[in-house]
């Protein structure tokens, strides 16, 4: 059975687990915590899966493969038989736009949520004061840009970004706008396209099934003071300190 190593606080962790579940493809849940615990990022043990220290990883027998766009390609192609085509098309064009949109997301939607969602959770425990106006301002702003190309280019007047059926890359997108969420923050408030697209890759997904994905990420109070108790604490703080800089 495939082990997939993952914490549901991590968007692309998230993004394997919906799409392994949705799909019944079996695996064994193996948890790796990104703050705290046994088994962390940082731990020796970890690093013999992967060296980079970094989830989701999947392990497949003998073969370990990380990064989560990969390894939703290596699922749709392991479980092709299964794996309705609508998900990750085989046409050359649908496929091509499917690989565009993974292809464009981690530098820009992933990159600017994440942004609002750790100076919004982490930023003053790292950094021992609270965020700059003009930071969050400007971290919103590019987040606002983000949604808008999601928007306008990917998303259009279509129901989901590939057309008609929901796909991975719909998936990926949902996670990612989640995280600020998490917050307190809606990217989609006054928005009621994405909020409809939203909602119907909720309902495609099953609402059970994201609520519960995505309960770690709602439950966020006792992060900070966890992240501070860690014995991880100043590998992370090193590292957070050097992305807020």
Same mark, same amino acid.
């Given at each position: 059975?495939?082990?997939?190593?993952?914490?549901?606080?991590?968007?692309?962790?998230?993004?394997?687990?919906?799409?392994?579940?949705?799909?019944?493809?079996?695996?064994?849940? $193996?948890?790796?915590?990104?703050?705290?615990?046994? !088994?962390?990022?940082? %731990? =020796?043990?970890?690093? *013999?899966?992967?060296?980079?220290? #970094?989830?989701?990883?999947? $392990?497949?027998?003998?073969?370990?493969? =990380?990064? =989560?766009?990969?390894?939703?390609?290596?699922?749709?192609?392991?479980?092709?038989?299964?794996?309705?085509?609508?998900?990750?098309?085989?046409?050359?064009?649908?496929?091509? &736009?499917?690989?565009?949109?993974?292809?464009?997301?981690?530098?820009?939607?992933?990159?600017?949520?994440?942004?609002?969602?750790?100076? &919004?959770?982490?930023?003053?425990?790292?950094?021992?004061?609270?965020?700059?106006? +003009?930071?969050?301002?400007?971290?919103?702003?590019?987040?606002?840009? %983000?949604?808008?190309?999601?928007?306008?280019?990917?998303?259009?007047?279509?129901?989901?970004?590939?057309?008609? *059926?929901?796909?991975?890359?719909?998936?990926?997108?949902? +996670?990612?706008?989640?995280?600020?969420?998490?917050?307190?923050?809606?990217?989609?408030?006054?928005?009621?396209?994405?909020?409809?697209? &939203?909602?119907? +890759? *909720?309902?495609?997904?099953?609402?059970? /099934?994201?609520?519960?994905?995505?309960?770690?990420?709602?439950? !966020?109070?006792?992060?900070?003071?966890? /992240? #501070?108790?860690?014995?991880?604490?100043?590998?992370?703080? /090193?590292?957070?300190?050097?992305?807020?800089?």
């Amino acid at each position: 059975m495939i082990e997939l190593y993952l914490d549901l606080i991590s968007p692309p962790c998230r993004a394997v687990f919906l799409f392994a579940k949705v799909l019944g493809i079996p695996f064994e849940f $193996k948890y790796v915590d990104l703050v705290a615990g046994n !088994l962390t990022q940082y %731990s =020796s043990e970890f690093g *013999k899966l992967n060296i980079v220290a #970094k989830i989701p990883v999947m $392990k497949d027998g003998g073969f370990t493969l =990380s990064e =989560s766009t990969a390894i939703l390609k290596y699922l749709v192609q392991k479980y092709s038989g299964s794996v309705a085509d609508d998900w990750f098309p085989a046409g050359l064009q649908q496929r091509a &736009r499917a690989n565009e949109y993974l292809s464009w997301q981690h530098a820009n939607l992933r990159g600017h949520c994440q942004k609002v969602f750790l100076l &919004r959770t982490l930023f003053p425990v790292i950094m021992g004061l609270e965020v700059p106006e +003009v930071t969050m301002d400007a971290a919103l702003q590019n987040m606002k840009q %983000s949604l808008n190309l999601l928007e306008e280019k990917f998303l259009q007047n279509k129901q989901f970004i590939l057309g008609d *059926k929901i796909s991975v890359a719909d998936v990926v997108a949902v +996670v990612e706008i989640m995280q600020p969420l998490g917050t307190g923050v809606d990217g989609f408030e006054g928005r009621p396209k994405p909020i409809a697209w &939203r909602g119907r +890759v *909720k309902e495609e997904l099953g609402e059970e /099934l994201m609520d519960d994905a995505h309960k770690v990420l709602m439950q !966020l109070s006792g992060l900070p003071e966890k /992240l #501070k108790s860690s014995s991880e604490f100043q590998k992370f703080k /090193l590292r957070l300190q050097r992305f807020f800089n």
